[in-house]
Nanobody, 117 residues
Framework: QVQLVESGGGLVQAGGSLKLSCAAS????????MGWYRQAPGKQRDLVAS???????LYGESVKGRFTISRDNTKNTVYLQMNSLKPEDTAVYYC???????????WGQGTQVTVSV
């Protein structure tokens, strides 16, 4: 079984920063992609950022230039550095990974990020 555990969420004032971490553990041989998604109340779950095993990154339009995704392949861990946070960034942030030669997909439990005015 593969499990993703997110950490680093919390409360921050607008303009502040947070860094989220997501560690993958379990019976996985390789990580093909790790990414962050977020879901606010009443909203769809949207892509925040993703990074592939080749290092390619993709960002949601609303976070481009403010958030940075990075990975530590040796630890199967992905990070999301969030700067210049806005109240609109308030959401539950979910880590996602595709692994095993793009065969499998698993989600983390989510971590709450709340940005106050």
């Amino acid at each position: 079984q593969v499990q993703l555990v997110e950490s680093g969420g919390g409360l921050v004032q607008a303009g502040g920063s947070l860094k989220l971490s997501c560690a993958a553990s379990g019976s996985l041989f390789s990580i093909d992609l790790m990414g962050w998604y977020r879901q606010a109340p009443g909203k769809q779950r949207d892509l925040v950022a993703s990074v592939t095993s080749t290092g390619g990154t993709l960002y949601g339009e609303s976070v481009k230039g403010r958030f940075t995704i990075s990975r530590d392949n040796t630890k199967n861990t992905v990070y999301l550095q969030m700067n210049s946070l806005k109240p609109e960034d308030t959401a539950v942030y979910y880590c996602n990974t595709i692994y095993g030669g793009w065969r499998d997909n698993v989600w983390g439990q989510g971590t709450q990020v709340t940005v106050s005015v």
